[in-house]
């Protein structure tokens, strides 16, 4: 009998002993967070050169077990019963070998393993000339053009050929035109944690200023651009395209000038210039001695011969020489030559008979009316 207790006693002490040094058969416990389990996207692939901060998620694989850790505001990280080290700041190359190096203490490093499981959110500055100014939270691997549209876009005075990304003590310039307009998208860099953004406006003058019938655009004047360039750099392609018909040019000490849309990338105009769009077609109007009175789609190119031509003149009775045009809201008749003047959109070009045909049409009244007046002599002389 006492033999059967010191069994018992013997028993109990091993086992209390056993838990105490962790040689128990429970299972290994997971401290796996949700957020390594959810599915993360990047616009790149994301290599050893990243740079951990505040709010990047590890997963840590430790032998048997699977472990979340998070970087805390100080740069830090903590695993249970292994400690803590510093890896804010440090690219996820770095930061690896620190964790591998904590942890080896106390489990084998061949069985140890470390990734990426989130990438961290953080706050991007945007000041100058952007619709909404402030901080704004930004996901991992946002591109500089997807923040610039999540802040509702860059004014219409903005100069957006300088756009101006502050990191650090470096300054990008990037040409958001280019991107946006040509598909330079080399230029479309990926924000980092501390970056600010500036948009600078465009100074008052040398401007070249593009009018839509439903907004205005205020494009910074340069020597080498053509009409079609203003109207890229002023998104006109995709923003407010309503299929134009005709633009008018009105450049200072100028004739006001209207030409085709097609003609765009062959016009340079000066500083200060403004480009209005229509969408309504533009009309001459043909009046007189022609085949097709009526009116006919403006052409910048024609003059009034190209007109009168179109509606087909009848030499016999038409006359070149005393071609008239009509002009304006309180319209003055205007003598032009036909074949060197300008015509503008709303003239009503007048082609009067000639002189020929007009006396003989006078004489055929005067021996119309003479008929008459005998046919009356007649009959009132027989009648009496």
């Not at 128990?24 to 416990?29: E, H, L």
């Not at 205020?218 to 020597?223: D, F, N, T």
């Not at 085709?260 to 009046?287: C, D, R, W």
């Amino acid at each position: 009998m006492p033999h059967v207790v010191i069994c018992i006693l013997l028993l109990s002490v091993l086992q209390l002993f056993a838990a105490d040094v962790g040689m128990g058969f429970s299972p290994p416990v997971s401290n796996r967070s949700n957020i390594s389990l959810n599915p993360a996207y990047a616009d790149q692939q994301v290599d050893s050169n990243y740079v951990l901060g505040p709010g990047d998620f590890l997963d840590l694989v430790l032998e048997n077990n699977y472990v979340t850790v998070q970087v805390y505001p100080d740069g830090s990280i903590a695993v249970e019963e292994c400690g803590a080290v510093n890896v804010g700041g440090k690219t996820f190359a770095e930061a690896k070998r620190l964790i591998l190096d904590l942890v080896s203490v106390r489990y084998k490093r061949e069985y140890c393993f470390v990734q990426l499981a989130a990438l961290k959110k953080f706050r991007v500055s945007a000041m100058g000339a952007v619709t909404l100014v402030g901080q704004h939270l930004v996901e991992p691997q946002t591109r500089l053009s997807f923040f610039i549209r999540q802040i509702g876009g860059l004014l219409l005075n903005s100069n957006s050929e300088d756009v101006q990304v502050i990191r650090g003590v470096d300054t990008l310039h990037i040409d958001y035109n280019a991107m946006a307009a040509k598909g330079e998208f080399s230029s479309d860099v990926i924000l980092q944690q501390g970056d600010k953004i500036y948009v600078p406006f465009l100074p008052v003058e040398d401007n070249v200023v593009l009018i839509f019938p439903d907004s205005r655009a205020s494009i910074a004047y340069r020597l080498d651009r053509t009409l079609q360039d203003y109207y890229d750099f002023a998104d006109g392609g995709r923003m407010n395209n309503r299929g134009y018909k005709s633009v008018c040019v009105r450049e200072p000490g100028k004739p006001i000038r209207w030409i085709n849309p097609s003609e765009m990338k062959q016009i340079k105009v000066a500083p200060n210039t403004e480009v209005e769009f229509t969408i309504q077609e533009l009309l001459v109007y043909v009046g007189g001695a022609v085949n097709f009175i009526g009116k006919y789609p403006y052409n910048p190119s024609w003059h009034a011969i190209d007109y009168i031509a179109a509606a087909g003149i009848n030499i016999m009775t038409g006359s070149w020489g005393q071609v008239k045009v009509w002009r304006g809201s309180n319209p003055d008749a205007i003598s032009v030559k036909v074949a060197e003047d300008e015509i503008l959109p709303g003239d009503l070009i007048e082609i009067p008979r000639s002189r020929y045909e007009t006396f003989k049409d006078f004489t055929l009244f005067l021996a119309s009316l003479l008929t008459v007046i005998s046919s009356a002599l007649i009959i009132y002389t027989t009648t009496r």
